[in-house]
């Protein structure tokens, strides 16, 4: 059974930075595309950046185009987010998740605040 550990979370001041990171075990890492999530309190659940297999392609939303740059490293089986400039809105747990195998880790708090 796979599993995915998200670290890096924490209270950062609004235009802050955080880096997040995933780590995977038990599964071949390098054979998936990725993807980070993030949910708000009384909010869904939203889709933020997905990173293909090779992390030849990259994907962000709308909301975070910009700001967050998805990352990965294969040979550490780690998968990152780099959140710049943050703002209280980017206030959410989050989390990673393998889409295909449909693994998801037990999230990480960000919190954007003065």
């Known amino acids: 059974q796979g599993q995915l550990v998200e670290s890096g979370g924490g209270l950062v001041q609004p235009g802050g930075s955080l880096r997040l990171s995933c780590a995977a075990s038990?599964?071949?890492?390098?054979?998936?595309?990725m993807r980070w999530y993030r949910q708000a309190p009384g909010k869904e659940r939203e889709l933020v950046a997905a990173?293909?297999?090779?992390?030849?392609?990259?994907y962000a939303a709308d909301s975070v185009k910009g700001r967050f740059t998805v990352s990965r490293d294969n040979a550490k089986n780690t998968m990152y987010l780099q959140m710049n400039s943050l703002k209280p809105e980017d206030t959410a747990v989050y989390y990673c998740?393998?889409?295909?195998?449909?693994?998801w880790g037990q999230g990480t708090q960000v919190t954007v605040s003065s």
């Open positions: 038990g599964f071949t890492f390098s054979s998936y595309t």
């Open positions: 998740h393998a889409p295909t195998l449909n693994y």
């Open positions: 990173i293909t297999s090779a992390g030849d392609n990259t």
